[in-house]
C-alpha cells in the first residue's frame, strides 16, 4: 500500500474521482500546510490558517500504478489557477503535494513534469512539507456518495469524476 497527501481545490472532488478507481482503498479528507492545530473547517474557510483542503489517498500499487494516481490528480483539476478552483478561490484550494519522503518527492516531480506537457506548462502546484494532516469533520468524509444530488456536487464533482473514469477506464471501478 502507498499514500499520498495531495491538495487540489475542494476535497470533495478529489475524494469523489479518486473512490472512482480500482485500487484506491481509502481516502481521507482533510486540512494540511497551516499553523493552526486542529482546524475546522470553518477556519479553514477563511484562508488565514494556511491550511489547504486536501485528501489522503491510500491505493494499493499491485492494482493501480502509482503514476495513474498522480496523472489522475492532475486530471481531475487544473493545476494552473493559483489559489483557486473554478469559483472556489484562497490559498486553501492551492494546487500541492506533500511528499512523505525522498522517492515520493522524485515521483511527484516526474509526474508534474508530465502534467506540463498536456497542460502546455504554467503549472502552479507546490510541493510542500508533509506536516500535520488533520482529517475534516465527519460529513465531509465520502461527501459525494453521502450526497449524490447537492448542487456543489452535480456541477463540480461529477465531471472531474466522469473527466478521470474516461482517462483511466482500465481503472474505473463498475
Given at each position: ?15 469523489a474521482a479518486y473512490r472512482a ?112 494532516f488533520y482529517p475534516a469533520e ?19 464533482a461529477v465531471p472531474k469524476v ?13
Open positions: 500500500m502507498q499514500t499520498y497527501v495531495l491538495a487540489g481545490g475542494c476535497f470533495w472532488c478529489l475524494d478507481l480500482d485500487g484506491v482503498t481509502e481516502v481521507e479528507s482533510g486540512y494540511i500546510g497551516g499553523t493552526v492545530p486542529s482546524p475546522s473547517y470553518e477556519q479553514v474557510c477563511t484562508g488565514t490558517t494556511g491550511h489547504a483542503e486536501a485528501v489522503k489517498v491510500t491505493f494499493d500499487t499491485d492494482v493501480i500504478p502509482s503514476d495513474v494516481i498522480l496523472d489522475a490528480f492532475f486530471t481531475m483539476h487544473d493545476p494552473r489557477q493559483l489559489n483557486r478552483q473554478g469559483n472556489d478561490v484562497g490559498t486553501q484550494y492551492r494546487s500541492a503535494m506533500f511528499p512523505a519522503d525522498d522517492a515520493q518527492r522524485e515521483e511527484f516531480a516526474r509526474a508534474q513534469e508530465r502534467a506540463s506537457e498536456w497542460w502546455d506548462g504554467g503549472l502552479v502546484t507546490t510541493t510542500e512539507p508533509l506536516t500535520d465527519d460529513y465531509h468524509q465520502d461527501f459525494f456518495t453521502k450526497n449524490p444530488g447537492q448542487g456543489y456536487c452535480l456541477a463540480v466522469n473527466k478521470v473514469r474516461a482517462r483511466f477506464a482500465e481503472y474505473a471501478r463498475s
